[in-house]
């Protein structure tokens, strides 16, 4: 059995996104981040942060989005969600997966933090919106936006001609722009987005 430690909307859609695209079977538990279950010992337990999401198999317990999205694709080859080991589209498969995270996230969740975050849900209690911080994570999202659009100028996804793990990976940030309200400047990107939200794997994770 296959567990999916989640609450939407966040980071945890990623993971759910990934299971609907493999038609794989999962229980969903939800952690309730509102009602601070995040905070339990016995989730404390599963991620030792207290975030989601987490994914229990038979063999492992996984944390991590992108770790999710990469494993549980590789599980499945025959579904073709990622390029071949050592090939010249894995590399660039892998520059977008972690270009997700490593990029998109941080400045989304600074601006969204600074911003549209509930003061009573930011941590230590008692932090405030700064809105140099979150100018800055605009500022960051912009030039990581203008770049993605760039890229997916004339294209429908980001490595090669068909949708990847890194679509999953760095849709999900466009998903995370669209509900802060930064993703209308950059038509390109929307679009994308707008695409990929078509996708029945997509609508069963999102709703
Ligand atoms: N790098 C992690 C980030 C996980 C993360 O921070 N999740 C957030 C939701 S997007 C969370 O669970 N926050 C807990 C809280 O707000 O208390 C991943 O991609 O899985």
């Keep these: ?20 695209e ?21 989730y404390r337990a599963i991620h030792p942060l207290g975030v989601v999401p987490a994914l229990a198999t038979d063999s492992y317990t996984l944390l991590e989005s992108a770790a999710i999205v990469l494993q ?4 499945n080859p025959q579904t073709n969600l990622a390029p071949a080991v050592g090939s010249a589209a894995r590399a660039i498969y892998y520059q977008w997966c972690i ?11 600074m601006y969204f933090d600074n911003t549209l975050r509930p003061l009573e849900a930011m941590r230590p209690p008692g932090t405030a919106h700064d809105p140099g911080i ?3 994570g605009r500022a960051d999202f912009a030039s990581r936006a203008e770049m993605l659009s760039k ?27 669209t509900h802060m309200e930064l993703i ?13 939200a078509q996708r029945p794997g997509h609508r069963k994770a999102y709703g």
């Design 151 to 177: 890229v997916l100028d004339g294209r429908d996804y980001l490595v090669g001609g068909s949708f990847s793990g890194a679509d999953i990976m760095v849709g999900h940030s466009c998903f995370m722009a």
């Design 99 to 109: 270009f997700a995270c490593a990029e998109l996230d941080p400045c989304l969740m």
């Design 184 to 196: 209308g400047d950059y038509p390109v990107l929307e679009g994308y987005y707008r695409r990929l």
């Design 1 to 20: 059995m296959t567990t999916l430690y989640e609450w939407p909307p966040t980071r945890s859609q990623r993971a759910r996104w990934v299971l609907e």
């Design 72 to 75: 549980l694709i590789d599980e």
């Design 134 to 136: 979150a100018a800055r």
């Design 22 to 42: 493999l038609g794989l079977d999962y229980e969903s538990h939800p952690v309730n981040l509102m009602e601070g279950d995040q905070h339990a010992d016995t």
